[in-house]
T-cell receptor
């Protein structure tokens, strides 16, 4: 069975600070990795995803994530956050022939202007 | 991509009653999923709903408590039956294109409070 751990449950930053949200998964086979974001009052939506190829993935709004297979990690980064990045961020993984994602518990990010 | 409309967006219900949540997709999809998101916790899959067959429930969820309908390829309902305060949560409808690795699309969720 797959599991996803997000180590930072609540993060508070000032604008222009750098962001890194940790995500580790447990599954030994081929995986697909996702970061979803939920802005206040809005749907969950995809931020970025990794299927194969370059382990450094670029997403929307300046976000990126790096897949490190040896560490079973898929950390999300942004060099300079904005107030509008305030949201809930979820890491997710699927694989092993299943397309149903397993989600981490989420990280609440608050960016102060 | 898929656009999902979910309603109601929120409701406050008395314990012992039932609430039916509707999920409408703007395209035909084979698989629809229902999740629960409890405060401070991850999204937990309740069941997978296929058109024309009974839903498949995850461990800890049963049909009597969470009956699901899937009358066609664009619509599904989830009923939360005989509610208790522990059922207070956000319920989310989701769809995916078939095939591993494709992204999931979500409705805006139904915030349920049971009093």
């Amino acid at each position: 069975a797959q599991s996803v751990s997000q180590h930072n449950h609540h993060v508070i930053l000032s604008e222009a600070a750098s962001l890194e949200l940790g995500c580790n998964y447990s599954y030994g086979g081929t995986v697909n990795l996702f970061w979803y974001v939920q802005y206040p009052g809005q749907h969950l939506q995809l931020l970025l995803k990794y299927f194969s190829g370059d382990p450094l993935v670029k997403g929307i709004k300046g976000f990126e994530a790096e897949f490190i297979k040896s560490k079973f990690s898929f950390n999300l980064r942004k060099p300079s956050v904005q107030w509008s990045d305030t949201a809930e961020y979820f890491c997710a993984v699927n694989g092993g022939g299943s397309y149903i994602p397993t989600f981490g518990r989420g990280t609440s990010l608050i960016v102060h202007p | 991509s898929a656009v999902i409309s979910q309603k109601p967006s929120r409701d406050i219900c008395q314990r012992g009653t039932s609430l039916t949540i509707q999920c409408q997709v703007d395209s035909q999809v084979t698989m629809m999923f229902w999740y629960r998101q409890q405060p401070g916790q991850s999204l937990t899959l309740i069941a997978t709903a296929n058109q024309g067959s009974e839903a498949t429930y995850e461990s800890g969820f049963v049909i009597d408590k969470f009956p699901i309908s899937r009358p066609n390829l664009t619509f599904s309902t989830l009923t939360v039956s005989n509610m208790s305060p522990e059922d207070s949560s956000i319920y989310l409808c989701s769809v995916e294109d078939q095939g591993a690795g494709t992204e999931a699309f979500f409705g805006q969720g139904t915030r349920l409070t049971v009093v």
